[in-house]
Each structure stands twice: as C-alpha cells, then as structure tokens.
Nanobody, 122 residues
Framework: QVQLVESGGGLVQAGGSLRLSCTAS????????MAWFRQAPGKEREFVLM????????NTADSVKGRFTISRENAKNTVYLQMNSLKPEDTAVYYC???????????????WGQGTQVTVSS
C-alpha cells in the first residue's frame, strides 16, 4: 500500500502561482510513476502532468503546457506541481496518483491522494 497526502492548495488570484506537494509513504517511492490529475465541478477527472520513476521524463496536458511543471524528490518521497499564470479555469480539486506505468490513463494509477482544492479567482 502507498499513502499519498497532498498539500498546498488554496485560493489565488488569476495570474498567480501555487505549488502543490504530495508526500508518499508505505512503499519505495521511486518504484512509481507519479501524476497529477484534477477534477472541476461537474466535469470528469482529467490528466494534468506525470513524471517518470527517476524524474527524467515528464508529460504535460496541452491545457497547462508552459504554465505548470512537475518535479519529484525521491529522497523526500515527494512530488511537486508548480502552477504559474493560473486561470479561473484551473479551479479544481487536484489529486496526486501513483502507478506502475508511464501513462495518462487514470485507471492505471493504483493509489490516490485525497485531493486538495485550488480556486482561482478572476
């Protein structure tokens, strides 16, 4: 089992920045691909970014490309989501997830955090 705990969400004005953190416990962190997903009210959960086991590879959704970045520190069992130039449409609950494959498919991720709310005001 892997337990994931997100932090760093909150309320920010459009154009602002936030950094989310997700800390894992339970198993070897570097054994997992880590990803961020988000879900806005009334919408399906969508992929945001993912990062490979060592951190050498990433993949980013077009909707956040150039504004969001993902990184990880395996020594700290933590993955980060840096969000810049935030827009009201980025408002959602953000979830981190851990899985064994480098894929955007949410069903491939075995473990999920509880989510953290990000609200961007206009």
């Amino acid at each position: 089992q892997v337990q994931l705990v997100e932090s760093g969400g909150g309320l920010v004005q459009a154009g602002g920045s936030l950094r989310l953190s997700c800390t894992a416990s339970g198993r070897t962190f570097s054994d997992y691909v880590m990803a961020w997903f988000r879900q806005a009210p009334g919408k399906e959960r969508e992929f945001v970014l993912m990062i490979s086991w060592s951190g050498s590879g990433t993949n980013t959704a077009d909707s956040v490309k150039g504004r969001f970045t993902i990184s990880r520190e395996n020594a700290k069992n933590t993955v980060y989501l840096q969000m810049n130039s935030l827009k009201p449409e980025d408002t959602a609950v953000y979830y981190c997830a851990a899985g064994g494959r480098f894929t955007r498919e949410s069903r491939e991720y075995e473990y999920w955090g509880q989510g953290t709310q990000v609200t961007v005001s206009s």
